[in-house]
């Protein structure tokens, strides 16, 4: 399935020309994954890194570990490869939705050298992680386009400058907002800072037809949406989550700001109280419901929300753009998914072969048209057929380019851990924002110790 007439014959000479562009691009891209993951290599012994295994060998069934994917995009993939490779079969072992519960069950079967994992989908913030630990192989440099995807993708796939994973999809935090009723309050913009975004809601809020619907929600469960919602606070206020060395900068002036503006609008109910619960399909459904008028959320929800089948209740009223910030437009995490291959995998080379497959340029276009997906090829987001089709793509790539990463570090479970501890104690209420952002750097500082 495609999303544009494909008869641009000019493309391969584009992509051709692309490829030499970005050749020094992504090089360099790679190269500094050494420097973002500093801290990785505290409190665990994984010896020099190795070179792309030359040892990608086996051929038969494999088994494709991933969370749920309730567009079908995934099976469809799956599905194709299936049909043209009857001796090599794939097997989807569909892990929770929860990412902390996924995370939990890929690192405990690499614990035991379990075989039963072929093809892992991470979320890319694991994926230094697994490579450290020696959990993934590394694939080799001439398997995958490296040089014609997103830069930015290519680096979240590389730990020590080897690339240990193909980029999936990216992703980036999007605003969504209630287009139809800021024109109703006479809104012609959408929100760039958090006190432009209040000011939107209590216009909005005061109309009838708003009756009984609330501001503004993220991702507050504790789970990693918790992490990636403070993460993207705290840059959006001016702050960072760690230096330029990998030491934690949590209990600063500006994660303060940036805490208490979650706090404070649990408090003042600009957040809904119920939002302490939301994960991202949550969000999704209270906004699609027509229950709130801003939302932060991944590109991947922009479908549903545009369906005309009376599913939902927000198609064409709504807009998209950049997530505000303190003083301006705020700092997106980034996002998206990789694809590698497990260690302790029988039949590599078929699982080397599927990931090329799984991630190729027509499987990726097949998926944004089901999942709204955002695919790691950039031409996409370039292409005036499809940004007419998905008019979020320029927005996505615009905040792509701004976007920071969570802290890449081997440890990175009981890092992140250890902020949804703190940081949904503060917005229950549990502790002062003061107090958790102490205790908070307290922890990361003996984590990255070690």
């Known amino acids: 399935m495609t999303v544009h007439d494909p008869t641009t014959k000019k493309k391969e000479q584009i992509m051709m020309q692309r490829r030499r562009d970005r050749r020094v691009l992504v090089g360099l891209a790679v190269a500094a994954t050494a420097a973002i993951a500093l801290t990785a290599c505290a409190g665990t012994s994984t010896g020099s890194t190795p070179a792309a295994d030359d040892a990608l060998e086996g051929r038969g069934p494999i088994q494709y ?95 020590r400058g080897t690339v240990y994973a193909a980029p999936y999809y990216t992703d980036g935090a999007l605003l969504y907002s209630r287009s139809d009723l800021l024109t109703a309050a006479g809104i012609d913009a959408a929100p760039q800072t958090w006190a432009e975004m209040q000011d939107a809601c209590d216009a909005v809020l005061a109309l009838p037809e708003a009756a009984d619907m609330s501001c503004y929600a993220g991702q507050f469960d504790k789970n990693e949406g918790l992490t990636v919602n403070f993460s993207e606070a705290v840059n959006s206020a001016g702050g960072s989550m760690s230096d330029a060395d990998g030491n934690p900068t949590v209990d600063t002036p500006e994660a303060l700001a940036a805490l208490n503006f979650l706090v404070d609008g649990f408090e003042s109910g600009m957040i809904p109280r119920e939002a302490i619960t939301y994960q991202e399909e949550q969000g999704r459904q209270a906004f699609q419901e027509g229950n709130l008028v801003f939302l932060r959320n991944w590109p991947y929800i922009y479908k549903s929300l545009s369906a005309t089948d009376g599913s939902s209740n927000v198609a064409g009223k709504f807009d998209i753009s950049a997530i505000p910030g303190e003083d301006g437009l705020g700092v997106s995490t980034l996002g998206g998914r990789n694809i590698a291959i497990s260690s302790f995998a029988e039949n590599k080379a078929t699982a080397l072969d599927f990931i090329e497959f799984f991630t190729s340029r027509e499987q990726q276009e097949a998926r944004l048209a089901l999942s709204s997906r955002a695919p790691v090829f950039s031409e996409f987001f370039e292409d005036a057929a499809i940004t007419e089709q998905y008019p979020y793509l ?32 503060a917005l229950n209420g549990d502790k002062t924002a003061e107090a958790a952002l102490a205790d908070l750097q307290e922890k990361l500082t003996a984590i990255t110790a070690g």
């Open 65 to 159: 570990v991933s969370s749920p994917d309730a567009s079908g995009a995934a099976q469809e993939t799956i599905d194709a490869w299936n049909a043209d490779h009857p001796d090599e079969q794939v097997t989807w072992v569909e892990l929770p939705l929860d990412a902390d519960q996924q995370r939990q069950q890929m690192v405990q079967n690499a614990q035991v050298e379990g075989d039963s994992y072929s093809v892992l989908n991470l979320d890319v913030v694991w994926t230094s992680e697994f490579a450290a630990n020696r959990w993934i192989t590394a694939l080799p440099e001439d398997s995958i386009p490296f040089d014609e995807e997103i830069p930015a993708t290519v680096e979240a796939a590389s730990y």
């Open 394 to 425: 320029p927005t996505l790539l615009a905040s792509l380019d701004n976007a920071q990463p969570r802290p890449k570090v081997v440890q990175y479970g009981a890092t992140t851990a250890a902020i949804q501890d703190e940081i949904y104690a």
